[in-house]
């Protein structure tokens, strides 16, 4: 059985920081390429950041980028969002997606996590 387990997520200030994680089990998570997707109450989920297999390659949402850094341990199946400078519109339920050798999307991915909710105060 897959899981993807979301952690670190809480409430912060305007400008701090937080890093989440993903533990993925049940899969073989060196042939998963793996992202982090955000959702805020009434709106449509959406990428935040992506990783391939190696953690050679990732891509960013422009709302992120410089600000935030996906990145993996493969030994520990493990996936990671380091989140920094945050702002009250990063608030939201950020979710772990898993897609075997491509790039997860809202509609085309193998795996989701449950979530973890991220609180920005201003």
């Known amino acids: 059985q897959v899981q993807l387990v979301e952690s670190g997520g809480g409430l912060v200030q305007a400008g701090g920081s937080l890093r989440l994680s993903c533990a993925a089990s049940?899969?073989?998570?060196?042939?998963?390429?793996m992202g982090w997707f955000k959702q805020a109450p009434g709106k449509e989920r959406e990428l935040v950041a992506l990783?391939?297999?190696?953690?050679?390659?990732?891509s960013y949402a422009d709302s992120v980028k410089g600000r935030f850094t996906i990145s993996r341990d493969n030994a520990r199946n493990t996936v990671y969002l380091q989140m920094s400078t945050l702002k009250p519109e990063d608030t939201a339920v950020y979710y772990c997606?898993?897609?075997?050798?491509?790039?997860?999307?809202?509609?085309?991915?193998?795996?989701w996590g449950q979530g973890t909710q991220v609180t920005v105060s201003s």
């Open positions: 049940g899969l073989s998570f060196i042939s998963y390429y």
């Open positions: 997606a898993a897609a075997r050798m491509r790039w997860p999307t809202t509609r085309g991915t193998d795996y």
């Open positions: 990783i391939n297999w190696s953690g050679g390659s990732t």
